[in-house]
């Protein structure tokens, strides 16, 4: 079939979105997010979360086929994230998912959020060539994955040994006062700081570690790093130039991804490149990257920062392509894997 017309479900961390794509058409992308709730605690706490999505489901759905002006018989399948994630959040998502696809009597597709991050730059940029390079940077997961074909195909080359590259953003941000979620804050005040200030360490880049590791990435370190940098400043200064550290730790992430995504590129032979997950936001990263990928010949794809953070459009757009290539659907029996691999693109 081609050109589905898909609606898309995600509720696997404190986003509740409702999205509805028509093959690579963004039809409406509803999101409501709980991170205010979760402020204080500097962190998602998973039972706010799942009670928040419980809340925001409906009218976010309401909303989604209101904005897309279609009819819900009219579509062609329900997909939902499936996993990873929040178990109580992802079973929220699921359970609305279930009763669309039995009141309707259409085919449910349980989606790998992960391929959704990659998957949702066809609604910017159209259908993906196979194969590209996807490298895939989120709260929870730092990727480079091989992607034949993002309904049938793909493999994950490299990830983190350690903590994620959105982790370490909010690590660091939290050490540094900043507030939680640390991404934003931290590309914000990193536009007042120098970049070449602290040289800060690039985890996995030494020749040894690149034997064993070469597209494997390691955050803890550098962390760390930042960590006692600010402790001891703080000890024989009283004050920390907060934009320098900002700026000095968003290189030294932005320094590493875009360096192994373009030497994984050259390995495999591969000349396109897809960025994807909520970092994928970071305005140094897409800088960076974009002006390595053009000094290696490399055409890169970049969704729009703001399908870049979980949304149910990216499931509804893997969902279209499911469709579209024939695979045989998840069925209403399935259940939520709070550890699905990135590999298992539905399931
Ligand atoms: O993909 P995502 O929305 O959720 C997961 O699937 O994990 O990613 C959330 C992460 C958070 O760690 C947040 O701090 C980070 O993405 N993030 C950013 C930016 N916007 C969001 N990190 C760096 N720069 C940003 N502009
Ligand atoms: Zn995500």
């Not at 605690?41 to 309401?62: C, D, K, N, Q, Y």
């Not at 005040?189 to 494997?216: E, M, N, V, W, Y």
């Amino acid at each position: 079939m081609s050109d589905p017309l898909v609606l898309g479900i995600e509720s696997s961390c404190d986003e509740t979105g409702v999205g509805v794509v028509r093959g690579h058409e963004l039809l409406a992308n509803e999101v409501a997010s709980s991170v205010e709730e979760h402020v204080r605690f500097g962190g998602v706490v998973p039972e706010i979360a799942s009670r928040a999505h419980l809340e925001a489901i409906t009218p976010a759905l309401t909303r989604a086929v209101d904005a897309a002006g279609i009819d819900l018989a009219d579509v062609d399948a329900i997909a939902v994230t499936a996993g990873p994630g929040l178990m109580g959040a992802l079973v929220v998502g699921v359970s609305a998912a279930k009763a669309l696809a039995y009141a309707l009597d259409k085919p449910l597709y349980g989606v790998n959020h992960l391929i959704g991050h990659i998957g949702v730059d066809m609604l910017d940029h159209g259908p993906l060539p196979g194969p590209a390079m996807a490298l895939l940077v989120s709260g929870g997961h730092t990727s480079i994955v091989r992607v034949g074909d993002i309904a049938t195909d793909v493999e994950e080359i490299g990830a983190t040994i350690d903590d994620a590259a959105g982790e370490a953003y909010d690590k660091v941000a939290r050490l540094l006062g900043l507030g939680y979620p640390g991404g934003p804050l931290i590309d914000k005040l990193a536009a007042d700081g120098d970049p070449s200030a602290i040289r800060f360490p690039r985890g996995l880049t030494a020749k040894h570690d690149r034997q064993k590791h070469r597209f494997d990435f390691s955050f803890s370190g550098l962390k760390t790093a930042v960590a006692r940098w600010v402790e001891i400043q703080r000890r024989d200064h009283g004050e920390v130039p907060l934009a320098d550290v900002a700026a000095s730790f968003q290189e030294a992430v932005a320094d590493v991804v875009t360096a192994k995504t373009i030497d994984a590129c050259q390995e495999y032979g591969i000349d396109c490149v897809v960025l994807g997950g909520g970092v994928a936001a970071n305005s140094r990263l897409r800088e960076l990257l974009a002006q390595r990928c053009e000094e290696a010949g490399i055409t890169l794809r970049r969704p729009r920062p703001v399908l870049c953070t979980d949304n149910g459009a990216m499931i509804a757009t893997v969902g279209a392509a499911l469709v579209a290539a024939g695979v045989r659907p998840s069925g209403l029996d399935m259940s939520a894997d709070s550890g699905m691999p990135l590999n298992q693109i539905c399931l």
